[in-house]
């Protein structure tokens, strides 16, 4: 397969493996999107692959400029997301970026540009290729939390399991990930 040129842009298809950081085993999600990609189209297609509920502040790093939506009560001044493309920020193969989610848990993104592909005919992007392990539940305190939360969980003696799984809802399995539910989902974003 040829590299798309960038002339070819419109049919440029980054093909992108996203990480939480400090999570172990880790949690990934392998995602193809148009290149042209806006970030304020990128955070609403992170939230459905990794399974975040939207509720909370979020951020993109990319060369040490933050882009998002600004919101200086919380001292929040950030380069606007609605127009910035992905391709005109990370040109590149190999190029890192990062996506940070509930700005007070800190929930850090690491996003490598592995591949730039050509777009394939009849295949709806952005789409969701490969992926493991549950998004952590929202509010659960950060990796620290959530590592606490998982040793809970594991070991029905703990004072604090019935409390836990009752907050959970009930159940929580950290290995499951619904490549097929999370597919469906990709479909309702144009």
């Not at 509920?53 to 990319?62: D, T």
């Not at 730039?116 to 789409?127: A, F």
Request: charged share 30%; with cysteine; aromatic share 10%.
């Amino acid at each position: 397969m040829t590299k798309p040129t960038a002339s070819d842009d419109m049919d440029s298809i980054y093909h992108i493996k996203v990480i939480i950081k400090d999570t172990e085993p880790a949690i990934w999600r392998t995602i193809q999107v148009p290149s042209h990609v806006t970030l304020y189209k990128m955070h609403r297609i992170l939230q459905i692959v990794m399974g975040w509920q939207n509720s909370h502040l979020h951020e993109f790093v990319i060369d040490g400029k933050s882009y998002g939506e600004s919101h200086p009560e919380y001292g929040l001044e950030m380069k606007t997301e609605r127009r910035a493309r992905l391709d005109e920020l990370v040109p590149k193969e190999n190029g890192v970026f990062f996506y940070d989610y509930n700005l007070d848990e800190g929930w850090r993104h690491v996003l490598l540009v592995e591949k730039v592909l050509r777009r394939e005919p009849g295949v709806h992007y952005p789409r969701c290729v490969a992926g493991e392990r549950a998004c952590p539940p929202e509010d659960c305190g950060g990796t620290r939390g959530y590592k606490e939360l998982l040793e809970i969980i594991t070991n029905p003696e703990d004072v604090e399991y019935e409390e836990t799984m009752a907050w959970l809802g009930g159940s929580f399995d950290p290995k499951a990930f619904d490549l097929e539910g999370v597919s469906q989902q990709l479909k309702k974003i144009r």
